[in-house]
């Protein structure tokens, strides 16, 4: 029997993968939220990245040992309980492997999006991001990810959605339009217990709040909407944006 211990920070998109495999595998484990603008000491002492999430597991005979990573700790957590969410089979194996990777890609252009200096470069990341859904739209396989069952890539790409939400919600940024798997699959990740039990009942709002502090072209349409909710300018702005993507995803095909 071990014990775990995730590091975690309430908005990382990589924390949430963890705890939601996790919940699915009905593993118990200690959350511990830390700053991740302010580390903790001794967490930079046992974090060879200085990034959450990290997984602390104290084995049967008392060992401890760390593990970094969220897809390797998702992974992990997979592999030692029962009813796998990784196929058996390797070929398929490879290809879920492949896409949790695609999925950290993602949040990286999520990144690239909110943290873009200006209005061009805002467009250039929201047209790449579009093109990752449109993919993402083609190879979805049925209820799930992978088919009948919910694996390891559903669990990657659930926080994913968390961000659209807000940027639909904030600036009507609608990157999925046009794409029912894709739409059908958000719905249902969204009501997943693991995947809801994965965040705060305010991360919404935490999350509008972190978008509205960061230093670039989305933060300042925020900060001019003051509430962060639409504005007709807002909307507006968003459908011209829209378009610009649809336009460009399209071009790219
Ligand atoms: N590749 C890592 C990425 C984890 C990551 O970027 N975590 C962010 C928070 S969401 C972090 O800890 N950032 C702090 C830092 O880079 O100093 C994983 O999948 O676990």
Redesign the pocket.
Known sequence: MVSLTLVS?Q?????QRAVIVATEKSLAFRRIDID?ANKPDWFLAVSP?????LLMVRDAAGGEHII????VIAEYLDEIAPHRLLPDEPLARAHHRAWVDFA?GTLADIAALYGAADPAAFDTRATALRRRLVLLDAVLAGSWFGGPQFGLVDAAFAPVFRYLDAFEGLIGLDLCSGLPKLASWRLRLAERPSVVAAVAPDYPQRLADFLRSRNGHLARRLSGGGTGRRTGGDQRHAADALSAVNRKAEAGK
């Open positions: 920070h908005l990382c998109p990589y924390v991740l990245t200085g990034k959450t999430p970094f990573e969220s897809a950290s």
